[in-house]
């Protein structure tokens, strides 16, 4: 190995181990001072008073409505039981019994001094459920209830306390213009079709991402603007703990970035071919399948179709958990639309796709018995261990070729690939009514507990090793540099200002949360205190 790339790994790995404070610049704090609350009057009358985007959905959002609640005696009891019941989601299968019990004695029962006054009348009826299956959406009744309550004369308070005005420092600070500034920057880690992808650092947090650049030359060239934009728009429109999540998007002289979930692990191309035999142990199979496919649920949840799902497109991160990622070819359906479309690669393009028909959601249950097939083999369906059919064969192969089964395969493997890859999509798995719940449900994952999968409570079955960069050796990365006689102008200006959002809210603020920045710096009053008067 070359020195070059030890060292640049070796500074990755230090500042990967160091997330979290110790990737803090040393400035940080003056980095993330709040604003003077009249700073913020003008976002004030901006800002759409929509309860659930500001309570619910924004993760800073949400604690501070909560903080102004508990220390509310009216509202301590509804914020207590809501808190209650998001820890009951989180709970294994054996323990949402008894814990499901406690919260209905504690705060559903009349009787009991916590009680809940509005959710009181769903006593009998959670109780029913809890008993016949205590996996079921138990307290959905509760949960409306509440938010419709909340949403009511609490929200409308809330709006004149200092808990919104910290809020809306928060949210100027979220606002802040991003620049390559904002981000220090470690070594090259791959290479893409418009430029290359570096892992970076927050500053002010310490927060490692990816960030994906688009080389405006090239975009310009290629004529790449669509595209980048729809890939950008798409990233920040999904929230799944299946799929890349978008942070940033910010431009520099030369380039477009998109500062992306940092998955350090390596993706699966890498893992089926180079790590031994290929092919990936049963169990991890399993997992990875079932990672994979609540993330299509989600993104065909948002009408979006992914239509590039391979091997090189699902990456790890540092537990060991798959994301789907590269919305490059992605695109949303209109309202009961089909699209129409060759786009993917061709080993894993579904039989319609080649044919040029119409489609919706079929081509990503293709991909994943095309993924399956593969982890579990250690080959693509459709083509031989370094053979490059024509691209005329290749469809041929994928359009008559009979599916062949070596002895790795099970009786579930086997069922759920034929499935997968029915070539009449009418007749596949996943495209029938119920679209993901049906492969879900198929006998191959019968191992998975899916409710708990999507909690994120499930512990990965192989972890990498946090030592280790798992992608190629910096200097056998192409460089890309600017084309040259390519110039950039007005148009082009438009078109980058569109692209050039800065944070995305729900990310920032999950990095604020997850690095502990929020909790250090949310305090009130002198020396941390609460001020005495909170009532005004
Ligand atoms: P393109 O759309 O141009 O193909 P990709 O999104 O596939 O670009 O990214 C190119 C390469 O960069 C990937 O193959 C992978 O090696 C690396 N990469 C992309 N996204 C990430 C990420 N979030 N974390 C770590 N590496 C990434
Ligand atoms: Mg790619
Ligand atoms: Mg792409």
Redo the contacts with the bound molecule.
């Keep these: 190995m070359d020195i070059d790339n030890m060292v640049q790994n070796s500074a990755l790995v230090r500042a990967r181990e160091g997330g979290g404070s110790k990737g803090r610049s040393w400035k940080w704090r003056e980095m993330l001072r709040f604003p003077h609350i009249s700073e913020c009057r003008e976002l004030a009358k901006t800002i759409e008073r929509d309860y659930y985007d500001l309570c619910v959905n924004q993760p800073i959002g949400k604690k501070m409505f909560q903080l102004y609640c508990v220390n509310r005696p009216e509202l301590h009891d509804h914020i207590m039981l809501m808190d209650a019941l998001e820890t009951f989601e989180t709970k294994t299968d054996k323990e949402r019994k008894s814990f499901g019990l406690s919260i209905i004695q504690r705060f559903i029962q009349s009787q009991s001094s916590q009680c809940v006054p509005s959710v009181a009348k769903y006593e009998q009826s959670c109780i029913k459920s809890l008993e016949l299956d205590p996996c079921d959406d138990v307290f959905h009744n509760c949960k409306e209830v509440l938010h419709e309550y909340l949403s009511q004369e609490p929200f409308t308070q809330y709006q004149f306390s200092m808990h919104f005005d910290r809020f809306l420092q928060w949210k100027k600070l979220e606002r802040r213009p991003v620049t390559k500034h904002t981000f220090r920057e470690y070594r090259l880690l791959g290479k893409?079709?418009f430029g290359e992808v570096w892992a970076c650092q927050v500053r002010a947090t310490g927060m490692m991402y990816a960030c994906k650049k688009l080389e405006k030359t090239h975009v310009k060239k290629w004529q790449g603007e669509h595209m980048a934009l729809n890939e950008k728009e798409l990233l920040e429109e999904v929230d799944s703990r299946f799929v890349v999540n978008l942070a940033y998007a910010y431009e520099t002289k030369h380039s477009l970035c998109m500062v992306l979930t940092m998955m350090s692990g390596g993706d699966l191309r890498f893992h089926i071919h180079n790590m031994g035999k290929p092919g990936l142990d049963m169990d991890r199979v399993y997992f990875y399948a079932a990672e994979v496919c609540c993330g299509l649920i989600h993104l065909h949840q948002k009408s979006i179709v992914y239509r590039d799902l391979k091997p090189e497109n699902i990456l790890l991160d540092d537990n060991g958990h798959i994301r789907i990622s590269?919305l490059?070819?992605a695109v949303k359906l209109d309202e009961g639309c089909l699209v129409q479309g060759r786009v993917g690669t061709l080993y894993y393009m579904a039989p319609e796709v080649i044919s040029k028909e119409n489609y919706d959601t079929s081509p990503d249950w293709w991909g994943l018995g095309c993924l399956i097939y593969e982890m579990i083999e250690g080959q693509s369906p459709f083509r031989g261990r370094g053979e490059r059919p024509k691209s005329s064969e290749m469809e041929k192969i994928i359009k008559s070729k009979k599916l062949e089964y070596s002895d790795r395969f099970s009786k579930e493997a086997i069922d759920i690939c034929n499935a997968l890859l029915m070539r009449d999509p009418k007749r596949r798995l996943g495209c029938q009514g119920s679209g993901g719940k049906e492969v879900k449900s198929h006998p191959f994952f019968r191992k998975i507990n899916f409710r708990m999968l999507e909690a994120g409570r499930v512990e990965a079955p192989f972890k990498p090793d946090p030592r280790l960069v798992y992608c190629d050796d910096v200097q056998d990365i192409d460089e890309f540099s600017a084309l040259k006689g390519i110039t950039l102008n007005q148009t082009d200006g438009e078109f980058y200002a569109k692209f050039s959002t800065g944070s995305v809210p729900r990310s920032w603020q999950n990095e604020l949360i997850d690095t502990g920045c929020f909790e250090e710096l949310n305090l009130f009053g002198p020396m941390g205190s609460r001020p005495p008067d909170l009532d005004w």
């Design positions: 893409g079709g590269d490059g070819l």
